[in-house]
């Protein structure tokens, strides 16, 4: 068996146009232009790029992207108050700052501090909480990106076997939360999960969110499941290069699964067309509209 790929890019390309349509309709019908600030503190590389591409693909979807660069030295206090000024300017709908704060920064008391109705990341804990219980929440975007994903294969995940690796706040909770809401019978595991390869034998849907290289191998895969792996690793690669793996071993799980997300190319690109779809969400839940049925 060959895998079938699923093509995050050209998923993500047609999510963008979809958010990009809304928008321009919430611009005609509304006057309404969606407006997101991101905020970076400091100067880490890897986060002034994701604040960039994220800026970008904003405006690139017609909304407004207002970018506040703090210095690194910037105290708690101050990042708290910068945050309560957007909360309570109507032209920002979607609040987001950017991880990881510098260490005099407490990053769950700043998330805590948004208003959870600007919380286009879908960390705050009313948004989590929200989640849990089945409410409208805004969720994460990462987990976002792989249901959308599962469901471009599986348009009904009911019932299926789904087993997610990882635990964290941001990827393995959520997506677990998500899955549980589509109805399928959700299985988390972690670190100190015995006899893994079993357990993941037995997923219809194998979601991998681990930040371990290659670590799920083709014999961990069931026959025909669909995959769907989170992870980005750096790896050394050759001529002094750097390249991007996933936490499945992508030739082995080919030759298994039904369909199979690569890395790059498969949840990465989900992730920020799913932020510009919670862009959209929030303005629409603040302005008491219909949400973009997408
Ligand atoms: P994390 O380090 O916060 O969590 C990793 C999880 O994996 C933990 O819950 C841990 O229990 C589990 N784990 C670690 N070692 C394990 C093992 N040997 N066996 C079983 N479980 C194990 O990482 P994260 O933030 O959830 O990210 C996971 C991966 O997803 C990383 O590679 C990260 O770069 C990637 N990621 C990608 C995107 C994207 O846009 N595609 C977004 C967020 C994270």
Same mark, same amino acid.
């Given at each position: 068996?060959?895998?079938?790929?699923?093509?995050?890019? /050209?998923?993500?390309?047609?999510?963008?146009?979809?958010?990009?349509?809304?928008?321009?309709?919430?611009?005609?019908?509304?006057?309404?232009?969606?407006?997101? @600030?991101?905020?970076?503190?400091?100067?880490?590389? @890897?986060?002034?790029?994701?604040?960039?591409?994220?800026?970008?693909?904003? =405006?690139? !979807?017609?909304?407004?992207?207002? +970018?506040? &660069?703090?210095?690194?030295?910037?105290?708690?206090?101050?990042?708290?108050? %910068?945050?309560?000024?957007?909360? /309570? +300017?109507?032209?920002?709908?979607?609040?987001?700052?950017?991880?990881?704060?510098?260490?005099?920064?407490?990053?769950? &008391?700043?998330?805590?501090?948004?208003?959870? =109705?600007?919380?286009?990341? $879908?960390?705050?804990?009313?948004?989590?909480?929200?989640?849990?219980? $089945?409410?409208? /929440?805004?969720?994460?975007?990462?987990?976002?990106?792989?249901?959308?994903? =599962?469901?471009?294969?599986?348009?009904?995940?009911?019932?299926?076997? !789904?087993?997610?690796?990882?635990? *964290?706040?941001?990827?393995?909770?959520?997506? /677990?939360?998500?899955?549980?809401?589509?109805? @399928?019978?959700?299985?988390?595991?972690? *670190? &100190?999960?015995? +006899?893994?390869?079993?357990?993941?034998?037995?997923?219809?849907?194998?979601?991998?969110?681990?930040?371990?290289? %290659?670590?799920?191998?083709?014999?961990?895969?069931?026959?025909? =499941?669909?995959?769907? +792996?989170?992870?980005?690793?750096?790896?050394?690669?050759?001529?002094?290069?750097?390249?991007?793996?996933?936490?499945?071993?992508?030739? %082995?799980?080919?030759?298994? !699964?039904?369909?199979?997300?690569?890395?790059?190319?498969?949840?990465?690109?989900?992730?920020? !067309?799913?932020?510009?779809?919670?862009?959209?969400?929030?303005?629409?839940?603040?302005?008491?509209?219909?949400?973009?049925?997408?």
């Amino acid at each position: 068996m060959t895998a079938r790929i699923i093509d995050g890019k /050209a998923i993500a390309a047609q999510l963008r146009g979809k958010v990009a349509g809304e928008v321009a309709r919430l611009k005609q019908a509304h006057d309404l232009t969606p407006g997101i @600030a991101v905020v970076l503190v400091g100067t880490n590389p @890897a986060s002034e790029v994701y604040v960039r591409t994220k800026s970008k693909a904003v =405006a690139e !979807a017609g909304m407004r992207a207002i +970018d506040r &660069k703090l210095p690194e030295t910037t105290t708690e206090a101050d990042l708290l108050t %910068e945050v309560a000024r957007l909360n /309570a +300017d109507p032209a920002v709908h979607g609040i987001l700052v950017q991880l990881p704060l510098p260490k005099q920064i407490d990053s769950q &008391k700043v998330i805590a501090t948004i208003d959870p =109705a600007k919380d286009v990341d $879908g960390f705050h804990p009313v948004n989590v909480g929200k989640l849990a219980s $089945g409410l409208p /929440a805004l969720v994460p975007c990462t987990p976002l990106g792989c249901v959308v994903l =599962a469901k471009t294969v599986h348009p009904s995940l009911a019932g299926m076997d !789904a087993v997610v690796i990882g635990r *964290s706040n941001i990827v393995g909770k959520p997506v /677990a939360q998500l899955l549980l809401a589509e109805n @399928a019978t959700v299985t988390v595991t972690h *670190s &100190k999960t015995r +006899d893994l390869p079993t357990v993941a034998r037995r997923a219809d849907l194998l979601v991998a969110a681990i930040g371990k290289p %290659e670590m799920v191998r083709g014999d961990w895969i069931k026959p025909g =499941a669909t995959v769907i +792996d989170v992870g980005i690793n750096r790896m050394p690669g050759e001529g002094g290069k750097w390249r991007i793996v996933g936490d499945v071993a992508f030739g %082995e799980a080919q030759k298994v !699964a039904g369909a199979l997300t690569p890395v790059p190319g498969g949840v990465g690109p989900m992730t920020i !067309a799913c932020l510009l779809l919670n862009i959209v969400r929030a303005v629409c839940m603040q302005h008491g509209l219909p949400g973009p049925k997408i």
